[in-house]
């Protein structure tokens, strides 16, 4: 029973340290359900998703979106993502759309040494969530 309860807590605290791991860098994640590709970069306070999503019966993506966010560590594997700012390609250039005061609240559920698996809940009145694997680049 005792070595059961150690062992938890080593798991639980080696699972901790892993997520410092993701705390900046470059990013990947494959979104297959709506055919789009995430580039995220992250440094200590700024994350930049730029979006990029399949054009309708081709296999070629392009350029949908910028997002970025003002971000904050609650814990290790815990932090709060407040939107700032929002762009999207015009024939003309590139447009800033009005910010909404969205925060999105990001836990890291597991962790590996090149991925882990990210669950991501607005403060909407939906509280949309997702949940994605997000791969180290």
Known sequence: MVLTIITG???SKAQQANCRLFHTGKYRIIDTANKSDILIDRNDSLETRMI?????GTTKEAYEMQVVFKIKWINDCSYTAK??????????????LPVEKKTLT???LKSSNDAYL???IF???HHSSYTYVVYKL
């Open 106 to 108: 990001v836990q890291i």
């Open 9 to 11: 807590s080593i798991a």
């Open 123 to 125: 403060n909407d009145k």
């Open 52 to 56: 990029y999503r399949q054009k309708p």
């Open 118 to 120: 990210e669950r991501g």
């Open 83 to 96: 939107l700032v700012k929002t762009v999207i390609p015009t024939p003309k250039g590139e447009r800033s």
